[in-house]
């Protein structure tokens, strides 16, 4: 059994009439890559941000890393590497000086080696004096991610990531989350609207909805076999009725765009050799990913 | 850790190009306020003296010296210098929750107070160097421009003012001190725009309030109206230009100057109490407020 990082019990909070975030309760274990997935506004920024100290919550407690927040806020802050939402930057400062400054504020007495060390990894090296104005945002976000790191942390947090980014920083994202567990041994705490992005990366996950925890688990847990979703996409009018008269009918609901199946991923296979036999044109046929599965049934959209 | 904090927000302070805004206007206009009195201060001084003939005698010597070209200068330029501290003060706290760095800022392992100490301490000292970056131009350079003599100071008691000569040894002694209540009074301007700073999210806001509640106090403490006689010793605005009060001398029975007196002391040290417990109490007030305020930007 792993140590628990951190212990979130009860935590609420309350702006003026709205409850963003309403008695959740978590725990993150070291070595977790840990998704916390919901809409945008379902409450996981303002989570994160009480996490950080950056807001006050209104109920509930904190335990991190043994510390309770947000008492002990510079013990547990020096153990945690941020970028919250944006990589917001000094722009009219370079690389360098970004996270030479960040590096200081830490606690840290960098050497300018340590620093290129630092931008080397993230690819920024031969940026390192260039302005922070000058950079895509992608270059951004490795920059935000150097900064996150730099003080060698324990525990990384990282809200929408890939937010801005393109296709092939996404993939570049995803691959370095996974890594800073593997390589690093760090844990992490990503937070994304986008399903797929947590489902690739995450070993245990929390889903919240509306400021509160719908479910919360490992990845083996959460998804259950038994209940994948398959998409039909086909042109063949008759097909609702030819699959109605077939075994399949029980599991079968129509969609506007098609039709689609809830069963075992097991039986995905024999389901496409039915579909053949039952001589249905086939325009697509494709496993729904399992999370959206599971978000949409649980959060009852 | 709060010093290694003042050198930062000092080093983000002079590599944002609007700093030095103040540093140029400033010198642009005591250059042109130095040439166009090296060109032709004389014909001017005769004109401004020319009905004052019977109340008092130009001495023989430079009337037009360093010392009062820098008494014109600061007479002129401390009006408008607030802004440009507010430039830099108001976009201490807000500019950074607009751009978002404030966010990681605070994520970084310091508290909110060495924060606030830091930032408002180097907003400090950004206005001390601009005021030294004034007083270079406006009082050394002037004095090299013009050279050194008697400077015509205020001479005053109950009922009138008029002009007596201050000698000049006795008076480069009252600029430094006029320099420190200068700086008490854009101190209170800092403490003030720093403190509306915490409130807003863009430095525009800070900036163009600060300069509003100038304003409106300025124009409550110069009307003698008897409801703003009554708060008038309370606003800051009051003793903006207590400076000046070095320059006013005490005088002997026979209307002579008194050599290193300063006619009301008292004033003073009441001018000097009021800005310090603005700037306390602004400060107090922004602490309060950012330690409890929820970073949403």
Redesign the interface.
Known sequence: MSNTLISVNNLSKQFKDVHAVNGLSFTVQQGDIYGFLGQNGAGKSTSI?ML?????PSGGEINMFGYRMPEH??????Q?G?I???P??????SAY?NLD??A????MKPTRQLLMDQLDKVGLAARAQSKVKTFSQGMKQRLGIA?AMVHDPQLIILDEPTNGLDPQGIAEMRHMIINLRKEHQKTVIVSSHLLNEIEQVATRMIIIDKGRKVIEGSTSELFDPANTLVELQTNDADAAAKIGRSTWASRMKPEADGLLFTLHADDVPALAKDLVAMDIAIDNLSKRHSLESLFLTLTGK | ?VF??IQ?EL??IF???RTYIGFVAIAVIVGLIQLALKADGQTWLKLMFSGMDDMFAIQDGNVLNGYFVCFLVLNTLLIQVPLLVALVTGDMVAGEAN???L?????????RSEVMLAKFSAGLIYTFVLLLWMAILALFLSMAMFGTSDLLVNKSYAIIQFYVDAEGDDVFWRYIVAFGFAYAALATVAALSFMLSVFAENSIGPIVTTMSIILVCTIISTMDLPLFTKVNPFLFTSYMTSWKGMFNMAVDENGAAIRGSVYSINAMVQAMGVLVGHIVLFFGVALYAFK?K???S
Do not use: C, F, N
């Not at chain 1, 200081?104 to 606690?107: D, Y």
């Open positions: 941000r950080m100290g950056l807001i006050q806020k510079k013990d547990v802050l020096r945690i941020a919250i939402e944006r917001d930057l000094y722009k009219y400062l000086d400054m960040m200081r504020l830490s606690g900064i | 850790m290694t904090l930062i080093y983000k590599r944002k190009p751009l978002g760095t966010r990681l800022l605070l994520t970084k392992p310091i508290s409890k929820d970073i949403l």
